[in-house]
């Protein structure tokens, strides 16, 4: 499918802080690739307060928005429709502006998860951990609910944390086990273990990985590797990062904003690395 018609060529980031979004690098480096001269990508800084008048100013040139924190569930209400996938996690990370003026919201980051995963060869596992459990860990969860046949433990520092974690696998469909944060050491020996802590959140973690390890999704990107990643690495196991959920849901975004299918995962990568130099 080719890009929309003409009067649709605006797509930008929004959220509070947004000064470190890659996300204007990559989707302009898809537009660049693929000969898109007239769209373009940027970011803007929007707090929750801000968000209803920022949508009310759109114009009809306007193709899309992704949102990072604060803003993923405040704009719900303000949206005419969300996906199930964005209703599962009560998270919206993409909204798509139609020429009939309808805004409707979805969620890239399960699939990202999901694709990044596929990429690497995991496409199905019979248990996992997760490390975490803020808003990254229950699109963790959608995403094992996809290719986990099997419990997820979930490592937590908190019973209100624990209490929201069974609470999302309940929801999710996903067998949900939770432990205290102290024992998180335990979690290497699943076959996939998902890190969605904030750098340095596992950095005490990297001198106790056993001999052998599975495969580590560490939602960080910078700095990268993490201590953790880094000791993952040296044991052997297979270690995806931050930029690889970022570019994955990407081009997710990138096609519902442009409707153009054509590939630009690689050229969203290389901008990554690039910007992270």
Not at 2 to 27: E, K, N
Request: charged share 20%; hydrophobic share 45%; aromatic share 6%.
């Amino acid at each position: 499918m080719t890009a929309r018609a003409t009067d649709a060529h605006r797509a930008a980031v929004l959220g509070s802080p947004i000064a470190h979004s890659l996300s204007p690098q990559l989707h302009n480096a898809a537009y660049a690739a693929l000969g898109l001269a007239e769209w373009t990508y940027d970011r803007f800084e929007i707090d929750e307060a801000a968000l209803p008048g920022f949508l009310d100013g759109l114009g009809p040139q306007w193709a899309g928005l992704s949102l990072t924190m604060p803003l993923k569930r405040a704009v719900i209400p303000l949206l005419d429709a969300i996906t199930d996938t964005a209703r599962s996690v009560e998270a919206v990370n993409t909204v798509v502006c139609h020429p009939d003026g309808r805004r409707t919201g979805d969620n890239t980051d399960i699939p990202g998860l999901v694709a990044a995963l596929h990429e690497q060869g995991v496409d199905q596992v019979g248990s996992a951990a997760v490390l975490g459990a803020g808003a990254t860990a229950s699109s963790a969860l959608a995403a094992l609910a996809r290719i986990c046949t099997g419990e997820v433990v979930a490592y937590v520092r908190s019973a209100r944390r624990a209490d929201e974690m069974r609470g999302w696998g309940e929801r999710l469909g996903v067998r949900v086990r939770t432990a205290d944060w102290a024992a998180a050491e335990s979690a290497f020996a699943a076959p996939l273990v998902i890190s969605t802590t904030p750098k340095g959140g596992t950095d005490h973690l990297a001198a106790l990985l056993p001999e052998r390890v599975g495969t580590l999704f560490d939602v960080v990107y910078d700095p990268w590797p993490t201590p953790l990643a880094a000791a993952w690495q040296q044991r052997g196991g297979a270690v995806l990062s931050g930029l690889d959920l970022l570019v994955h849901q990407a081009v997710f975004q990138f096609e519902q904003f442009t409707g153009d299918r054509r590939p630009v995962l690689d050229a969203m990568r290389q901008a990554g690395l690039a910007a992270l130099g």
